[in-house]
């Protein structure tokens, strides 16, 4: 590697410390178009070479490193010491950040959502739940219109950079949508005790794959799949529901 700049390790620390992210660009993903490549490449998570005085630095390859630092860590690829459950911590400052802006903007449409239903804490509706691993157990977002129950299961698919990225993206919606069809089964044969805990009267059920980033799926899928897969944004710029 041809190396622009010589940083003692003082130096080095205050660079670093200038680049932490803070509470407000913590709930920001960074623009994909920015990114160069696959944001978790080799080069990209080692820009800094140490030798017996100095470290080696590239400035252009530093500054690519800094532009997939953000997203590398919101796809947990790194993560960051003593902000105790960092997981808990990504969904909610990155992951879920959005859900209560779409249950506002629902809300400006005449329309009452509501977020995280834990179904197994819920008496009435709890065994259908016990012990089934092929079934979503947590409802992120659900509302009624027209008679109607709308379940969507948000999801954080990251970015894909590659064929192979593009693959697993594809199997892993597959089998959400597995889970989703088994979850509508149940509550369509049980749709009165799912009437009472929702505290809602609805006669059919609809699930959609509501996700945190664009992805590439929704140019390969079917427009007409039962359970369609949209982003975030549609919501937010009030193209859905």
């Not at 990114?35 to 490449?41: F, K, M, P, Q, T």
């Not at 209560?100 to 259908?128: C, P, V, W």
């Not at 427009?223 to 982003?231: A, F, G, L, M, T």
Request: aromatic share 12%; charged share 30%.
């Amino acid at each position: 590697m041809k190396c622009g700049k010589y940083i003692e390790e003082n130096g080095i620390t205050n660079a670093i410390n200038d680049f932490v992210l803070n509470s407000n660009d913590f709930k920001k993903a960074v623009n994909p178009e920015n990114l160069i490549g696959d944001n978790n490449r080799r080069l990209l998570r080692s820009p800094i070479i140490e030798t017996e005085s100095y470290y080696l630095l590239s400035p252009a390859t530093w500054m690519s490193a800094c532009k997939t630092l953000k997203l590398r860590i919101l796809n947990r690829d790194i993560k960051i010491k003593n902000v105790g459950n960092f997981n808990e911590l990504v969904k909610a400052k990155y992951d879920e950040y959005y859900l209560k802006k779409i249950q506002s903007t629902l809300a400006s449409n005449g329309i009452r959502a509501n977020t995280h239903f834990d179904m197994s804490k819920h008496k009435e509706i709890k065994d259908y739940f016990e012990s089934k691993k092929k079934v979503p157990h947590e409802i992120d977002l659900y509302y009624m219109k027209n008679d109607t129950l709308y379940i969507w299961d948000l999801k954080n698919y990251k970015l894909q950079h590659s064929f192979k990225e593009i693959r697993k993206l594809d199997n892993n919606i597959r089998e959400e949508k597995r889970k989703l069809y088994n979850l509508g089964n149940i509550i369509e044969e049980n749709i009165g005790d799912f009437n009472k805990e929702f505290q809602i009267r609805f006669t059919r059920v609809k699930m959609g794959i509501l996700t945190v980033d664009l992805t590439t799926y929704n140019y390969f899928s079917e427009k007409d799949s039962e359970i369609p897969v949209r982003y975030k944004g549609d919501f937010l710029n009030k193209a859905v529901f």
